[in-house]
């Protein structure tokens, strides 16, 4: 089965949710993209969108719309070649909507499982639950005559664990795609020891037709993402409880959001980061890693604490934030929640005084958007953090410290051999989490 | 015809801003004014200074494609809606794509010298931002021959104009061409920057010509041979002029020398059909601007500033050669030497041009007439360049389609 082949009839698990539509989106651009070569004329390309919900499934084919209109405006100059020999497409207008059409003509969306038992490629998405993958995975299997190819889009279950308890030897890696897909250039690579280099060199090629950058991980729970988030989160949680010693806590988190954000050039601060990621994501994320680490716990009483409070953060359909550690107006930080009160406390109550007891940032500081685009890192952020390491305030302090156990961090996924090596690590946390700078580095020594 | 049996001026020129990317306000996201806000903006903007719509006859709008752009024919009925006045007056539409300013002049001028009017209000106006480049791009392709859309550029008209920049590259060397299409975007943007109006007023790049080589043009993306600073914009705007007789600059009470009398003219068509018949020549612009300059009396060289129809970049190069200004070959050199520029030799497009005041399509041939009304008599603002004593004449080309409509009019100081 050739690479064309292999992409006829696929099969997305959680087609609905928010990694699920995205990686929908992909692949059925990619189909379309195939179906519409002259070798494949008269071939049936199947794309399964399955979903436990009926009603985010009728939502789909609104966000696919919207989606593939704007790709295929983007690359109207090659679709009138595609469609050369339509004398009926004329304007762009008529070729861009053709597309659009034959796009998602591709897509089958519904509630049955079953229709996954003639696919020759399933992709995974759903909720980070090891059982519940296992259990789809095995029901498929069990049914499918094609030997099916899984890609299973957890960001923290080891592959092998899915590959002996769903019976898949060989025939499935993690292939992780970083949120929203579509925008997202990352995706993390995971193979097991018996995964079929078929399998791999298929994955490769798949990834090179989005314009994905492939970073390979070794299977290990979290892989490299979450293995850095995970423990950064927690160390950002640990300075905030330190800090709420000696001031309210809205203070501490507010404090050390702005450190993580601004003293650290980040495009968001660890508290934004977890409630974009979700409280209730995060906290399963680190219970699926935790029983594989030794020596470790990944473990946060403040994050079960604010799920009990149901303060979960996570996004709207829309896109919107929902509130979570922090309250946002249209992305604006506007409130810290206090757990003890149960209510957001207003950031203009007590911002000035925390900003003046963190101090100044570095006079050669540059917000995250203007930093991200200079070429010479080095050449910026050496001296940044070199004048920042030289002042006596409260920011600059928690900011070395934040930045040297992100340091930490990075090199410990190399040496624990998570990563291949360093600058995957980097080019983790440089692609899929939009940092201006790689965790290794040596700002902070 | 030689000669025009009665003398026909222009005043009272009037432009909006050039509404698109690269103005400060500018936001696609957020609804703007439409057609009507701009044909009444431009259109009282001129009666302002005619002292009022009872001073005129009749109203011409001309506009390329507001039936798709934005759902709207029929344009001739909004004259009531510039001025109570101009109803039950005659009005009309005219189209003639990109030249469609361009023959409301022509038909203000007709209409003088048929001496069924002594003032009429000419108007040009586009909306254009109502739809994505992409599909604008479908909208203006309208100007071309339909039978040649299904195998056109998805970018038809940039595609039209790249085709003549590849043939001109091959005959006369890549770099060399480039580089004067180049000086030809730097000086439509530091002629911009001195008119408010301009879309390009904004624009504070400091090095433009980096910029411009910066931009390798790629055919995957839009066109082989052009990048988009060789493009001019897609803008929104409007543009009105009086076109008038000596009676009816008395009852306007406007002196001579604020305005600018038509001395010679020429509106030609080639066949749409055909293929150009020579793709590094702009052969109707050149019979054309001949023809007005023999109506006129004069020769290029009594010519003391040029508006020309620069939707891209080779188009501006090829005008040169057509005017004569260059041989063939040689317009690249003509204007990369400082020639075209403001202070050169023969200073063109001082407002910007398509490329940097802007183009709403239909309104560019009145801002054209606006530009120089400006210039002959002095109110060009910072834009104001220097006329020589003894070229005291302007000449504005206005092309629609491919070389297919033009409208080229010798203007001289009133």
């Known amino acids: ?445 | 015809m030689k000669n025009m049996r009665r003398k026909v001026y222009m005043t009272a020129g009037y432009n909006t801003i050039s509404m698109g990317t690269g103005r400060k306000e500018f936001n696609p996201k957020k609804e703007r004014p439409g057609l009507e806000y701009y044909i009444k903006e431009a259109g009282q903007g001129v009666l302002k200074q005619a002292g009022g719509a009872d001073k005129v006859d009749e109203s011409v709008i001309g506009n390329f494609m507001s039936a798709r752009f934005n759902k709207q024919a029929h344009l001739g009925g909004f004259a009531g809606a510039i001025d109570p006045q101009l109803e039950f007056k005659p009005s009309l539409g005219v189209e003639g794509a990109c030249g469609s300013g361009g023959l409301s002049l022509i038909t203000g001028i007709r209409s003088i010298l048929a001496e069924t009017a002594d003032t009429v209000l000419s108007i040009g106006v586009e909306v254009q931002n109502t739809v994505k480049a992409i599909y604008g791009a479908d909208i203006l392709a309208g100007a071309g021959y339909y039978d040649k859309r299904k195998h056109g550029h998805a970018y038809f008209f940039p595609g039209q104009f790249s085709d003549r920049a590849g043939v001109y590259y091959e005959k006369y060397g890549h770099e060399y061409a480039r580089k004067g299409m180049c000086r030809w975007f730097v000086n439509a943007i530091e002629n911009a920057r001195l008119d408010p109006t301009a879309q390009e007023y904004h624009n504070t790049i400091p090095d433009l010509e980096g910029l411009y080589h910066k931009m390798t043009p790629n055919g995957k993306a839009f066109v082989d041979h052009l990048n988009v600073l060789d493009c001019s914009k897609v803008s929104d705007g409007a543009s009105g002029i009086v076109v008038t007789s000596e009676e009816g600059l008395q009852r306007m009470d406007i002196d001579k020398k604020d305005a600018v009398e038509v001395v010679g003219w020429a509106q030609l068509t080639r066949n749409i059909v055909n293929e150009p018949p020579n793709p590094v020549e702009l052969t109707t612009i050149k019979t054309a601007a001949k023809r007005a300059m023999e109506m006129a009396g004069v020769t290029i060289d009594q010519i003391g500033t040029v508006e020309t129809h620069d939707c891209f970049s080779i188009a501006g190069i090829l005008a040169v050669e057509a005017l004569g200004l260059a041989a063939p070959g040689k317009g690249a050199e003509y204007v990369a030497e400082g020639n075209t520029s403001r202070n050169g030799k023969m200073p063109m497009n001082t407002t910007g041009g398509l490329i940097g005041w802007g183009h709403p399509t239909g309104a560019t041939g009145v801002h054209q007439a606006v530009t120089l009304w400006q210039q002959l008599t002095g109110k060009a603002g910072d834009a104001q360049i220097n006329i020589p004593a003894d070229r005291p004449y302007g000449l504005s080309i206005n092309m629609g389609g491919d070389d297919v409509t033009v409208v080229a009019i010798v203007y001289k100081r009133g």
């Open chain 1, 1 to 445: 089965m050739n690479y064309d082949q292999r992409l006829q009839h696929v099969s997305v698990l959680g087609a609905a949710g928010k990694m699920g539509s995205g990686i929908l989106l992909l692949t059925a651009v990619e189909m379309a993209d195939l179906s519409l070569k002259p070798e494949n004329k008269g071939k049936t390309f199947v794309l399964n969108a399955i979903d436990l919900s009926n009603e985010a499934l009728s939502g789909l084919f609104g966000y696919l719309h919207t989606q593939v209109t704007k790709m295929a405006e983007k690359k109207a100059v090659m679709l009138r070649q595609l469609y050369a020999d339509r004398d009926d497409l004329i304007e762009n207008y008529d070729i861009i909507n053709q597309y659009v059409n034959d796009v998602l003509a591709l897509v089958r969306p519904t509630t049955a499982l079953e229709v996954a038992y003639k696919s020759s490629l399933i992709f995974e998405a759903v909720s980070e639950n090891k059982d519940l993958k296992v259990k789809l995975f095995r029901q498929i299997d069990q049914h499918n005559e094609n030997k099916s190819w899984y890609f299973t889009n957890t960001s923290s279950v080891p592959i092998h664990i899915l590959e002996d308890e769903a019976g898949l030897k060989s025939r499935i890696l993690g292939f992780h795609f970083y949120n929203p897909p579509a925008v997202q250039r990352l995706v993390e690579l995971i193979v097991t020891d018996t995964t079929d280099n078929e399998v791999k060199q298929f994955a490769l090629n798949y990834a090179k037709a989005l314009r994905k950058v492939v970073v390979p991980s070794n299977d290990f729970a979290g892989f490299i993402g979450n293995g850095h988030f995970m423990r950064d989160a927690l160390y950002g949680i640990k300075q905030a409880e330190e800090l709420a010693g000696e001031r309210p806590f809205v203070e501490a988190v507010y404090m050390v959001n702005k450190v993580s954000q601004e003293f650290l050039v980040r495009p968001m601060g660890i508290f934004q980061l977890i409630d974009y990621v979700g409280i209730d994501v995060v906290q399963f994320i680190m219970n699926v890693m935790n029983p594989f680490l030794k020596d470790e716990e990944l473990h946060s009483s403040l994050l079960d604490k604010m799920m009990k409070l149901g303060v979960k953060g996570g996004q709207l359909s829309s896109g919107a934030q929902k509130d979570g550690f922090l309250k946002y107006d249209r992305g604006a930080v506007i409130g810290v929640y206090d757990p003890d009160k149960q209510a957001y406390v207003d950031v203009d109550s007590f911002a000035a005084q925390c900003d003046e007891v963190l101090g100044a940032l570095p006079a050669s500081y540059q917000p995250w958007k203007a930093a991200v685009r200079i070429k010479d890192t080095d050449g910026h952020f050496a001296p940044y953090f070199a004048e920042m390491k030289g002042m006596d305030s409260l920011g600059a302090k928690l900011a070395i410290n934040y930045g040297k156990n992100s340091n930490d961090i990075g090199r410990k996924l190399v040496s624990d051999q998570v990563a291949h090596n360093e600058n995957d690590v980097n080019t983790v946390m440089l692609t899929g989490f939009f940092h201006a700078y790689g965790p290794i580095n040596n700002y902070f020594a």
